[in-house]
């Protein structure tokens, strides 16, 4: 899921750098 973070910048993008499972979902 981390390339929906193209589509949406800032508070999102920061799942492909936690890709644990940060409740940025």
């Not at 929906?4 to 644990?20: F, L, T």
Request: net charge negative; aromatic share 0%.
């Amino acid at each position: 899921m981390a390339t929906n973070s193209e589509n949406s910048p800032g508070h999102e993008s920061v799942v492909i750098d936690n890709d644990e499972g940060i409740s940025v979902e």
